[in-house]
T-cell receptor
Framework: DGGITQSPKYLFRKEGQNVTLSCEQN?????MYWYRQDPGQGLRLIYY???????QKGDIAEGYSVSREKKESFPLTVTSAQKNPTAFYLC??????????FGSGTRLTVV | EDKVVQSPLSLVVHEGDTVTLNCSYE??????LLWYKQEKKAPTFLFML????IEKKSGRLSSILDKKELSSILNITATQTGDSAIYLC???????????FGGGTRLMVKP
């Protein structure tokens, strides 16, 4: 089945620790996106990548980093510089003209 | 900077009621507007609207775009508890090749 897989579903981070969220797709999409969602709110764009080995900052990139070494994979690292990382993180792929396909999300909590 | 605003922020209704959700936008080079439903995890696609005045319908849900007013509405008739979700509006502009999301409307349908 084609789709997007995010892992883990739940992640706990200690203060000062970097964590990496995984996003893998087998839809052969060029473009991939990372969004952050705070409780009861909409989606804010963190980073996006239109093609392998290239990515751009979104609206709230500070404290996050990404890589795009393979078409299928777009991992997001939440660094210790992100002061308020507790949120729901969604990965998406596709082209806006057809609508995105979303993963099922990772819920990150700082402990 | 592209902007998408949804109203109301939240809404509580009883089963059988009809609701109207609003989305307004300020986007350069508008291409399309999309509606998504988000229950627990991944948003699921509802409608894509590109032409003004043409209603799209799926069961009890319908949506229409007004390019003159830079807005769209999503109607849900005879609401059911299963309609409880966050409804997200997003717009696509040609230049950015990405979706910009609004803050969402949280709908709760009580039995």
């Amino acid at each position: 089945d084609g789709g997007i897989t995010q892992s883990p579903k739940y992640l706990f981070r200690k203060e000062g620790q970097n964590v990496t969220l995984s996003c893998e797709q087998n839809l052969n999409h060029d473009a991939m996106y990372w969004y952050r969602q705070d409780p009861g709110q909409g989606l804010r764009l963190i980073y996006y990548s239109q093609i392998v080995n290239d990515f751009q900052k979104g609206d709230i990139a500070e404290g996050y980093s990404v890589s795009r070494e393979k078409k299928e994979s777009f991992p997001l690292t939440v660094t210790s510089a992100q002061k308020n990382p507790t949120a729901f993180y969604l990965c998406a792929s596709g082209t806006p003209i057809y609508g995105y396909t979303f993963g099922s999300g990772t819920r990150l909590t700082v402990v | 900077e592209d902007k998408v605003v949804q109203s109301p922020l939240s809404l509580v209704v009883h089963e059988g009621d009809t609701v109207t959700l609003n989305c307004s936008y300020e986007v350069t080079n508008f291409r399309s507007l999309l509606w998504y439903k988000q229950e627990k995890k991944a948003p699921t696609f509802l409608f894509m609207l590109t032409s003004s005045g043409i209603e799209k319908k799926s069961g009890r849900l319908s949506s229409i775009l007004d390019k003159k007013e830079l807005s769209s509405i999503l109607n849900i008739t005879a609401t059911q508890t299963g309609d409880s979700a966050i409804y997200l509006c997003a717009v696509y502009n040609n230049a950015g090749n990405m979706l910009t999301f609004g803050g969402g409307t949280r709908l709760m349908v009580k039995p």
